[in-house]
T-cell receptor, first 111, second 113 residues
């Protein structure tokens, strides 16, 4: 798996967009970018993933740079319930690829 | 509930005892993962299965740890002769064939006294 780097922590005002960056400069051509989040005392929750194109679902948007060396997860209107640790992972979909988590970004949404 | 189920949710044991955790994945998922998480850290990969085959084990998985998935459905993680350093949250996740996203259970929290 490619190594990813994320800021340790971020703050965001409630109702504003939260933009969480991730660097994955050594990502391979067959590796996708996945985002998960973990609310305190719960298991991680899948958010979104993408390969090259930007993606959007009901939870978030994922913007991947053209060179695929970095990406940004966007929570368009952050709420207090979005306070969590967010993990960015680069991983292939092959059966023999394990998924490795880093320390993630601790996002605090502030009232 | 058709999500990933883990039991027990909490286990307190004395040092030296054996413990076993069970994970029931989403029924059609053929891949199953075990992770360990300590406070303030991201989940650490332990091992994973493709159906009943254990494909990889982390160096974190000492000889005291063993995982099985005998029929390619549920999995068990056993820790023998527990040590205080084994205290952690043990997370199980599953994913489907050709899919990369993992679906996690709520975890089994182990406290070794």
């Amino acid at each position: 798996d490619a190594k990813t780097t994320q800021p340790t922590s971020m703050d965001c005002a409630e109702g504003r967009a939260a933009n969480l960056p991730c660097n994955h400069s050594t990502i391979s051509g067959n590796e996708y970018v996945y985002w998960y989040r973990q609310i305190h005392s719960q298991g991680p929750q899948y958010i979104i993933h993408g390969l090259k194109n930007n993606e959007t679902n009901e939870m978030a948007s994922l913007i991947i740079t053209e060179d695929r060396k970095s990406s940004t997860l966007i929570l368009p209107h952050a709420t207090l319930r979005d306070t969590a640790v967010y993990y960015c992972i680069a991983s292939a979909k092959t059966s023999y690829d394990k998924v490795i988590f880093g320390p993630g970004t601790s996002l605090s949404v502030i009232p | 509930d058709t999500g990933v189920s883990q039991n027990p949710r909490h286990k307190i044991t004395k040092r030296g005892q054996n413990v076993t955790f069970r994970c029931d994945p989403i029924s059609e998922h053929n891949r199953l993962y075990w992770y360990r998480q300590t406070l303030g850290q991201g989940p650490e990969f332990l091992t994973y299965f493709q159906n009943e085959a254990q494909l990889e084990k982390s160096r974190l998985l000492s000889d005291r740890f063993s995982a099985e998935r005998p029929k390619g459905s549920f999995s068990t993680l056993e820790i023998q002769r527990t040590e205080q350093g084994d205290s952690a949250m043990y997370l199980c996740a599953s994913s489907g064939q050709g899919a990369g996203e993992l679906f996690f259970g709520e975890g089994s929290r182990l406290t070794v006294l």
